[in-house]
């Protein structure tokens, strides 16, 4: 996808250098700078602090620091615990273990230069699968938008929350997949961003990638979206997951379950764009999800621009007050119309998922 009319990936490998190189998405929408990762200790700490964030992007991260702990240290200790320390970076996303334990299968009993080549082509591997995936969800969820247009014959509105956008995948995001899709086939859309407290990656991420590719957008704050159900201004929802059980329950940024539980209320159908690699196939109870919590200073603090063109935060909150941070939630899988995958859209259920990947 594009900014400032010039195409970009969120990560790729500079063989020249032999550094990762990522948009760092803690300075966007106000500063557009691409960072380098020279070591894992810059892949963790750039999955930690958010420079890179969304599920399959912080799996490609991973696949990546695995790259780059093995031009280190090839040895073997060391990658073993380099690739405990890229799993445990942040708790939620499946996708940082789908992304180490696949590039550990792949690279088991390979040395030296073998070593690096597989897992520099690994790693690219997985990145060109998740924009295949993305495309493909794109294709998928189009047909869903295109069916609304049809009837309505009007502008189609959808209602989006965090940011499951190009920024958070390679390209083409996952819910934005069929966002762009549809804009690209010249169907009326008009995407309401929930702005996503505390860090705003609707505000800062989606709005910002939906105006370089010229999409109508409009930013709400997260609690608007219920009274524009009630007024008739949705017609449906699409967001992401960063972990997806077999049964369907979805596990999502925080405030993803109220969005669902209105639409619930008020029929507008509420779907989930999702790759493969987001599906946990062994865990059974969404209670058992690792929900991650941060630091309260996201919630008490917010980035914004100084007067000096500086990229600042600001306290928002009395300072002695206690603040909870936790930054995802779980919609059951009864409120979501479906799930849009890479192969397809199916019922919220292990039927529906079993017949798509079986
Ligand atoms: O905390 P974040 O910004 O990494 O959370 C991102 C989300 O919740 C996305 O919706 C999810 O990762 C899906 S990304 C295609």
Redesign the pocket.
């Known amino acids: 996808m594009k900014i400032n009319g010039v195409e970009y990936k969120t990560i790729w490998f500079d063989e020249e250098k032999q550094v990762v190189k990522i948009i760092d998405q803690t300075k966007l929408p106000h500063k557009f700078i691409i960072k380098e990762l020279s070591s894992v200790k810059d892949a963790i700490n750039a999955i930690k602090t958010?420079e890179v964030?969304?599920?399959?992007?912080?799996g490609a991260t991973a696949a990546f620091g695995i790259v780059l702990a093995i031009l280190e240290n090839n040895n073997n200790q060391f990658l073993v615990n380099a690739s405990k320390d890229l799993i445990r970076s942040?708790p939620t996303?499946i996708n940082l273990k789908w992304a180490v334990d696949r590039m550990a299968k792949k690279l088991s009993g390979l040395e030296g230069n073998k070593l690096l080549k597989s897992s520099i082509s690994e790693a690219k591997l997985i990145c060109d699968e998740d924009i295949s995936f993305c495309k493909n969800i794109g294709i998928n969820g189009l047909k869903i938008i295109e069916e609304i247009y049809n009837k309505k014959k009007n502008t189609v509105n959808i209602l989006t929350?965090?940011?499951?956008?190009w920024l958070?995948?390679i390209d083409w995001?996952?819910?934005t997949s069929p966002i762009y899709h549809a804009h690209k086939k010249g169907i009326p859309i008009h995407i309401w961003v929930d702005e996503t407290r505390p860090?705003n990656?609707g505000a800062n991420l989606t709005s910002y990638e939906l105006n370089e590719e010229e999409i109508p957008n409009t930013i709400i704050a997260d609690n608007t979206g219920g009274i524009l159900m009630q007024r008739g201004q949705v017609d449906m929802c699409i967001?992401?997951?960063?972990r997806t059980l077999s049964n369907g329950d979805v596990c999502?940024?925080i405030g993803?379950y109220l969005k669902a539980l209105a639409a619930y209320d008020n029929k507008v159908p509420f779907y989930v764009?999702?790759p493969s690699s987001?599906i946990d196939w062994n865990l059974k109870n969404s209670k058992d999800i690792p929900i991650?919590e941060r630091d309260p200073k996201e919630l008490s603090h917010v980035d914004g621009i100084n007067k000096d063109n500086k990229v600042d935060k600001v306290l928002i909150y009395p300072e002695k007050s206690k603040s909870l941070n936790l930054?995802?939630d779980v919609t059951p899988a009864k409120y979501v119309t479906a799930l849009i995958t890479e192969k397809g859209v199916c019922d919220a259920s292990s039927e529906g998922l079993k017949k798509l990947f079986h």
């Open positions: 958010m964030r969304g599920a399959p992007l912080i942040r996303a929350h965090c940011n499951a956008g958070a995948t995001g996952t819910a860090r990656q967001v992401g997951t960063d999502n940024k993803t764009a999702l987001t991650e930054a995802f």
